[in-house]
Nanobody
């Protein structure tokens, strides 16, 4: 069983930055691909960014490329999402997810564990 706990959400003005963190339980964290998804009001949950177990490979949604950076610290069992140049359309609940294989996927259904979500609100 893997438990994921997100933190770092909040209210920020457009153009600002936030860093989300996701702390994971479990002794084999480095073997999990990790990802961030988000869900805006009235919309389906969508893939934002993912990272392989060893952190060597990352993947981003087109909408966040160049603005968001995913990283992980396997010694701390934590994955991060640095969000810069935030836009009002980035407003959503952001979820951390773990996939019990090495490679990243953008498919929500392939992730085995989910955090409770953290709200990010970007004001214009």
């Amino acid at each position: 069983q893997v438990q994921l706990v997100e933190s770092g959400g909040g209210l920020v003005q457009a153009g600002g930055s936030l860093r989300l963190s996701c702390a994971a339980s479990g002794r084999t964290f480095s073997s999990y691909a990790m990802a961030w998804f988000r869900q805006a009001p009235g919309k389906e949950r969508e893939f934002v960014a993912g990272i392989t177990g060893d952190g060597d490979t990352t993947r981003y949604a087109d909408s966040v490329k160049g603005r968001f950076t995913i990283s992980r610290d396997n010694a701390k069992n934590t994955v991060y999402l640095q969000m810069n140049s935030l836009k009002p359309e980035d407003t959503a609940v952001y979820y951390c997810a773990a996939r019990l294989v090495y490679y990243v996927s953008s498919a929500e259904a392939t992730y085995n564990y989910w955090g409770q979500g953290t709200q990010v609100t970007v004001s214009s």
